[in-house]
């Protein structure tokens, strides 16, 4: 194949996955590498937008198998801000999810990047690890008000290289499930 067709057939794939939420990446002399590209939106949190960012972005400096990338529509991960009832995750764990961040627990003290960051480990295929260190993004809320690590573990990110490692099919787990912080 001439690289005028290479640009063709890596055109048409680009355009059926990205509504997808799927993106790809082409090294130079490789062959396509799969990246998961998943969308989120913040604008039902107006008062934690740069934390949530944040999250994401830690998230995105430990992985390289899926971005995660801020979109107003059509994101499939959606933050809200709600004011009782704890932070937690509704989830497939295959990247759509409604994560509802409580203002209370961050009026407790619990830092809302650590919280951001922890709710999208649940929509990475995670689950909740409380008996765990501060060192451990998916501790949650067990370490207590004075853990502000909003990064996850190199165990965590490795966990989810390995959840993500051939697109958002291979994502586990498969079930629905509701996770708290």
């Known amino acids: 194949m001439n690289g005028r067709a290479i640009g063709r057939v890596v055109a048409l794939a680009t355009a059926v996955a990205a509504p997808l939420g799927l993106g790809l990446a082409v ?5 396509a590498a799969t990246v998961t590209t998943l969308y989120y939106s913040s604008s039902g949190a107006p008062d934690y937008l740069a934390q949530i960012d944040r ?8 992985v390289t198998d899926v971005r995660l990338v801020k979109r107003n ?3 499939t991960i959606v933050f809200h801000e709600v004011h009782s009832g704890g932070s937690y995750t509704n989830t497939d764990g295959h990247g759509h ?3 509802y961040l409580d203002t209370s627990q961050v009026a407790e003290g619990f830092d ?7 709710e999208l480990g649940h929509n990475l295929g995670l689950p909740d690890h409380y008996s765990g260190p501060c060192s451990e993004l998916m501790s949650g809320h067990g370490p207590g008000t004075s853990c502000t690590n909003a990064k996850p ?4 990110a490795a966990k989810v290289q390995s959840l993500w490692a051939n ?5 586990r787990p498969e079930q629905t ?3 708290a912080l």
């Open 177 to 179: 499930y509701t996770a």
């Open 97 to 99: 999810g409604q994560i």
């Open 55 to 62: 999250g994401a972005a830690n998230w995105n400096a430990a």
């Open 27 to 31: 090294a130079p002399g490789a062959e």
């Open 153 to 156: 573990s190199a165990a965590e």
């Open 112 to 118: 809302p990047t650590r919280i951001a960051a922890h």
């Open 167 to 171: 697109g958002i099919a291979a994502a």
């Open 73 to 75: 529509t059509g994101a």
